[in-house]
Antibody, heavy 122, light 112 residues
């Protein structure tokens, strides 16, 4: 059974930093791109970032470029989202999401984590 | 960026009746590999989104055959043949062809 367990969300002040974690299981982690998608309170879905199965390809939404860094640990089947210079508008639920297609840098998503809530507030 | 537009915003439905949601993109979602990178998700209240349809018309594993996807290039439709109470929630389309990956604004389906 595919599982993605997100963690690390908390309350942080504007300008602060945070690291989100995603622990994956139930599939061959090395062969799939992993994404982060966020949802502001009461709003729709926004793609944030991806890290490719090749561990090298990393892409970001313009809204987070230069502030967020994505990484993965193939030994721990885990992905991390390092978030710096946090803004109030970064508040929301962050989902770790598995790409559907084997050995593709991106396509669509098939499995989602349960989400972790990040609140940026003074 | 590829802009995804869903209609309607809200869709009240009667149990047992069909329902249909439209999704339009401002660029073709047909890729050079012959696949169309359009996906449909359902987000039930308090839950993570779940995949219903991939590559425009392929039902995901375990998804009821009451759900079907159709369309090509820039115009797509999700159909529910007979709505059940468990189908209520927010439906999103998403394009997976080009970065940034983008979603439609969502369609809220609820029971009349």
């Amino acid at each position: 059974e595919v599982q993605l367990v997100d963690s690390g969300g908390t309350v942080v002040q504007p300008g602060g930093s945070l690291r989100l974690s995603c622990a994956a299981s139930g599939f061959n982690f090395d062969d799939y791109t992993i994404h982060w998608v966020r949802q502001a309170p009461g709003k729709g879905l926004e793609w944030v970032s991806l890290i490719g199965w090749d561990t090298v390809s990393a892409y970001y939404a313009d809204s987070v470029k230069g502030r967020f860094t994505i990484s993965r640990d193939q030994n721990k089947d885990s992905v991390y989202l390092h978030m710096n210079s946090l803004r109030i508008e970064d508040t929301g639920v962050y989902y770790c999401v598995k790409d559907k297609t084997l050995l593709m840098t991106w396509s669509g998503f098939d499995y989602w984590g349960q989400g972790t809530l990040v609140t940026v507030s003074s | 960026d590829i802009v995804m537009t869903q209609t309607p915003l809200s869709l009240p439905v009667t149990p047992g009746q069909p329902a249909s949601i439209s999704c339009k993109s401002n660029q073709s979602l047909l890729y050079s590999d012959g696949k169309t990178y359009l996906y449909w998700y359902l987000q039930k209240a308090g839950q993570s989104p779940q995949l219903l349809i991939h590559e425009a018309s392929n039902r995901f594993s375990g998804v009821s055959d009451r759900f079907s996807g159709s369309g090509s290039e820039t115009d797509f439709t999700l159909k529910i043949s007979r709505v059940e109470a468990e189908d209520v929630g927010l439906y999103y389309c998403m394009q997976g062809k080009q970065l940034p990956l983008t979603f439609g604004g969502g369609t809220r389906v609820d029971i009349k």
